[in-house]
């Protein structure tokens, strides 16, 4: 069982409202590319530590376990020294004697952590772990950026595993390629930082690695494409997934998509999927999915897994 809570920015945006009030854009060739309807934005006093304090409250009024461990997610902290984790476990009011751990990998980030939060564990060290992310990507994006504006979303996710929650690893796979390094990052420009992504070679990079890495997961596993119950890919856009879809031959039913009415969240697409899915009664006990995550760095992180 998956036990988790989410929170998006308080600005819902309804893109074709916004896309066809722009020149020389329409939303019908946006949407074709992105299939995202909307997108969540956060306010000026919203930031990535409200947003976890927010999807972490609603998740812990029902945890009676004290915490033992924290991994914080987040790529657009609203600190780097000291680290954004340690500030998140004071406005918890977690207990001192914890194990926390930030983690600023973007869209890969939340198979990283959850393997890590999973060995942590099972190897008993910890009875329980509590995963946060949380991103506010859209801070970054100028008005005026066509390809960044109608992607992004603003959302915070957490997630808690115990002895009997936490998933079992069938299997890992980690890739990063720091040439890559350019085509998506924050660049600066006089006292503002935007965000810059280059569509095209972030694509090329996704519609390469992703398929084989996934080829490789399912191998370490001795595992087959219908093994596997559900797969929960980073929600990157709608071209993007369909083309790993397509290439890996996998059926729409076992596909997990949410990016309409969601946008993508960065690191929080993982968990907040999971999150939706479980509710929908779409992750049998124990039996293998697979996730994975990609994107910024480059990185590529995924796992398949198996939950209680």
Known sequence: MINGSYSLGSNKINLEKEINSLKNLSFEQVFKKTGIRYVYRAKKDETTLTLAIDSSKKLLKNIYEEIESLIFISQSPVSTIPAAGCLLHEKLNLKKECFVLDI??????????LTVAANLINNGQFKNCLIVSSETYTKYIDKDDKVCMPIFSDGSSAIFLNQNSTPRILSNFFLTDGSGAKNLCVKSKGNKQNLFMDGTNVFVFTAENVPYATNCLLKKANLKIEDIKLFIFHQASTIVLDTIRNKLKIPK???????????????STIPISLIMAEKEKRIPKKEPILIMGFGVGYSLSGGIFSFD
């Open 104 to 113: 600023i990998q973007g869209c890969s980030a939340f198979p990283y952590a």
């Open 253 to 267: 039913e076992k596909f997990y998509y949410n990016i309409e009415l969601l946008g993508n969240t960065v690191s």
